[in-house]
């Protein structure tokens, strides 16, 4: 397939037309937020799947219901699909959904509403190593070539949804006050319980120490990957092939060690550290 059939270009971003069509996107446009919405944020590869277990479970008091009977992408829909406009409008208030649109995207309603914003930050060294495995399993994106081809492609932003800097950038320089909260995938690899309650205060949930325990446990990467209603073993191997790598691979922080050469990691650095001079805000872990 060439990139044309496998891609469309949205105000400049590459989406996979697997998953949004010109339709869907003007339906995303115009779609009404309600103030009591919740909006996952992120750049590919940085936690998405993972939040679209934790809302659920966050929002029932850690009923496992949701999560063990309605596949992923019904229960937290993806911002933008056509399957959105299929199910949001049967989704219960609140209602929680997941993009990874910048912020300078969302639609009108969107800012005007008083909808919450979980924006997940992934160290992109990680978010790269992650992206480049899931682009061997899904079939709808193109070959990543080699390791280091597709870290050209990353760094330029020829890749899904653009540079990881100019997404971090848009979400870190918004409007929406205390409308967002920050998190990063290393924050809920190290210790997901006190995750869980940053997440929970945020959503104004008070949940027992137990029910922290029961999502915690429900949350973990293996009770996550044998999950049949979030491993993707729903979607049929023409689209994604767990053969060629699993959707849940490690889920740890600091793959890329065992991916970057020092050429490599020089050059990396030096790409993302220029981009983000004279930003006000710090990344959490060094690059
Ligand atoms: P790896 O490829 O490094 O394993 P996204 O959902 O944004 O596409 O992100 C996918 C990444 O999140 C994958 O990273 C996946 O393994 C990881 N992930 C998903 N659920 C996780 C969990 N419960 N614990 C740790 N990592 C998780």
New binding site residues.
């Given amino acids: 397939m060439s990139f044309e059939e496998m891609y469309l270009i949205y105000h400049g971003l590459v989406l996979p037309r697997q998953s949004y069509c010109s339709e869907s996107l003007r339906f995303a446009q115009e779609f009404t937020f309600k103030d009591d919405d919740i909006v996952v944020v992120?750049y590919?590869?940085?936690?998405?799947?993972?939040m679209?277990?934790i809302l659920p479970l966050v929002l029932n008091g850690g009923d496992l219901t949701p999560v063990l009977t309605i596949p992923n992408w019904d229960r937290v829909p993806w911002f933008g699909t056509p399957r959105f406009a299929l199910v949001v409008d049967q989704l219960a208030s609140p209602r929680a959904l997941v993009t990874h649109f910048p912020y300078h995207l969302m639609p009108p309603s969107f800012h005007t509403s008083k909808a919450k914003v979980i924006y997940?930050m992934?160290n992109p060294k990680?978010a790269l190593?992650?992206s480049f495995?899931?682009h061997q399993m899904a079939v709808f994106l193109e070959d990543p070539g080699t390791f280091d081809e597709f870290m050209d492609k990353f760094l330029e932003g020829r890749v899904l949804f653009g540079k990881w800097t100019d997404h971090v950038k848009s979400w870190r320089h918004t409007e929406l006050g205390d409308r967002i909260m920050y998190i990063t995938?290393e924050e809920?690899?190290q210790d997901l319980p006190a995750a869980l309650r940053h997440i929970s205060g945020f959503l104004s949930r008070n949940l027992s120490e137990e029910a922290i325990q029961k999502i915690t446990e429900q949350?973990?990467?293996n009770?996550?990957k044998a999950n049949a209603m979030s491993n993707f073993s729903l979607v049929p191997k023409i689209y994604m092939d767990p053969d060629k790598s699993s959707?849940?691979?490690?889920?740890?922080v600091g793959?890329w060690i065992n991916h970057f050469s020092s050429v490599q990691l020089a050059r990396f650095t030096s790409v993302i550290q220029k981009e983000l001079e004279g930003e006000s805000f710090s990344l959490p872990w060094s690059l």
Avoid: N
């Avoid at 590919?44 to 993972?50: A, F, Y």
């Avoid at 959707?247 to 740890?252: A, H, I, L, N, T």
């Fill in positions: 992120t590919p590869k940085s936690g998405t799947v993972w679209q277990e997940i992934r990680d190593v992650s495995y899931f995938y809920m690899v949350c973990s990467f009770t996550m959707f849940f691979r490690k889920g740890v793959d």
